[in-house]
């Protein structure tokens, strides 16, 4: 039998650059894991694509998600649902895979609960008028909702005490870099490796 893929949740802050990072992650080749596309009630913006950047949904159809039990964790995070299709990710572990979350902070302590030996990684910007300058310079956002996400953003850094790693986000081949490390050395823990070893011994 293989073994089971590891669940990779990189979350952090509303506009840390968990978008861009995750995005500069899956652009390189021979990357090992696989993403979990996410669904959102909120409107596509432009050039995102329905199967690709997100599932977009509408709230009744996501609501009916929920009800189903098919939905790993989600988070009403400003007045949009976002949530994590759970058989994606269960098969793709099951399968040996790696898989990687992108997903805001509410939904990453859902997923700790669920999901205790999973991989979590927290992205930290390097300052917070640096985040405020990437919130508003996204371009997409009005006023109210630029300082709503600040506000949100400084209560979701209080919860870094849930995560294994924290990465600053000073550039995004750095911060690639580490996450990528992080993972490798993930993989070569004592605790996971250890019972497969151990059965060696076993073998006469
Ligand atoms: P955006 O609207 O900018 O694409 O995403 C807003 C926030 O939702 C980001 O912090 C993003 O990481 C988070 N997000 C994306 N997908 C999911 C998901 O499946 N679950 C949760 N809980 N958050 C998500």
Do not use: W
Not at 30 to 47: A, C, V
Not at 51 to 59: E, H, M, P
Not at 75 to 99: C, I, M, R, W
């Amino acid at each position: 039998m293989h073994e089971k893929g590891l669940l990779i949740v990189l979350s952090g802050p509303s506009g840390v650059g968990k978008g861009t990072v995750r995005k500069a992650i899956f652009s390189q080749p021979d990357l090992d894991f696989k993403y979990s596309i996410s669904m959102t009630t909120r409107t596509p913006r432009e050039g995102e694509v329905d199967g690709v950047d997100y599932f977009f949904k509408t709230r009744e159809e996501f609501e009916l998600l929920i009800e189903q039990g098919k939905l790993l964790e989600y988070a009403e995070f400003v007045g949009n649902y976002y949530g994590t299709p759970v058989d994606y990710v269960q098969e793709t572990l099951d399968s040996g895979k790696d898989v990687f979350l992108e997903i805001e902070v509410q939904g990453a302590r859902q997923v700790r609960e669920k999901f205790p030996d999973g991989l979590f990684i927290f992205l930290m910007p390097p300052s917070l008028s640096e985040l405020k300058n990437r919130i508003v310079t996204r371009g997409t956002e009005t006023e109210e909702i630029i300082n709503n996400r600040l506000n949100v953003a400084k209560e979701e850094i209080e919860m870094m005490h849930l995560y294994d790693y924290v990465v600053e986000n000073d550039q995004i081949e750095l911060a690639c870099e580490r996450i990528k490390a992080i993972v490798v050395a993930e993989h070569c823990r004592r605790e996971r490796l250890e019972p497969k070893y151990l059965k060696m011994l076993e073998v006469k």
